[in-house]
Antibody, heavy 122, light 108 residues
Framework: EVQLVESGGGLVQPGRSLRLSCAGSGFTFEDYAMHWVRQVPGKGLEWVSGINWNSGTTAYADSVKGRFTISRDNSKHSLYLQMNSLRADDTALYYC???????????????WGQGTLVTVSS | DIQMTQSPSTLSSSVGDSVTITCRASRNITTSLAWYQQRPGKAPKLLIYKASRLESGVPSRFSGSGSGTEFSLTISSLHPDDCATYYCQHYTSYAWYTFGQGTKLEIK
């Protein structure tokens, strides 16, 4: 059974940093691209970032470009999101999601974790 | 960027009825479209990919159609647990992913 478990969320002050993690199991982690998607409570879904199977290609939404960095450690079956210069509008539930493809482009998301909540507030 | 517009925003129907949700893309995305179901308090779940292909394990009451810029998700014979918000998402290779704003389905 595919499982994605996010961690690292919490309350952080504006301008500070936070690192999210996602542990994958039940599938061959290194064979698939991975993504982060966020959702403001009560609102819609926003794609944040993606990374291909071997970290050779990364992609970011314009809203986080230059502030967030996605990475992965295939030996640890883990995905990360380093979030710097956090703003109040980054407050959201952050989901880790798996692609059925090795590529970060041109693919849907076939499994999602339960999310980790990030709250940016002073 | 490609904008995805869903209609209606909310929908109310009865058990056993059929409903259709529409998703319109601002540019041609051929069939690079997925549909997700998000039940209250839960993570999104993939229903349909490539506009009309049913994900494994998803009941055949769910069906998708369309290509280019106009797409639809039809749920036939509504069940009480179909109460959820449904999102479309494009995944073309020339623009980063965007989701529709969601359609909240209420079961009377």
């Amino acid at each position: 059974e595919v499982q994605l478990v996010e961690s690292g969320g919490g309350l952080v002050q504006p301008g500070r940093s936070l690192r999210l993690s996602c542990a994958g199991s039940g599938f061959t982690f290194e064979d698939y691209a991975m993504h982060w998607v966020r959702q403001v409570p009560g609102k819609g879904l926003e794609w944040v970032s993606g990374i291909n199977w071997n970290s050779g290609t990364t992609a970011y939404a314009d809203s986080v470009k230059g502030r967030f960095t996605i990475s992965r450690d295939n030996s640890k079956h883990s995905l990360y999101l380093q979030m710097n210069s956090l703003r109040a509008d980054d407050t959201a539930l952050y989901y880790c999601a798996k692609s059925p493809s090795v590529s970060v482009t041109n693919s849907y998301l076939d499994y999602w974790g339960q999310g980790t909540l990030v709250t940016v507030s002073s | 960027d490609i904008q995805m517009t869903q209609s209606p925003s909310t929908l109310s129907s009865s058990v056993g009825d059929s409903v259709t949700i529409t998703c319109r893309a601002s540019r041609n995305i051929t069939t690079s479209l997925a549909w997700y179901q998000q039940r209250p308090g839960k993570a999104p779940k993939l229903l349909i990919y490539k506009a009309s292909r049913l994900e494994s394990g998803v009941p055949s009451r769910f069906s998708g159609s369309g290509s280019g810029t106009e797409f639809s998700l039809t749920i036939s014979s509504l069940h009480p647990d179909d109460c959820a918000t449904y999102y479309c998402q494009h995944y073309t290779s020339y623009a980063w992913y965007t989701f529709g704003q969601g359609t909240k389905l209420e079961i009377k």
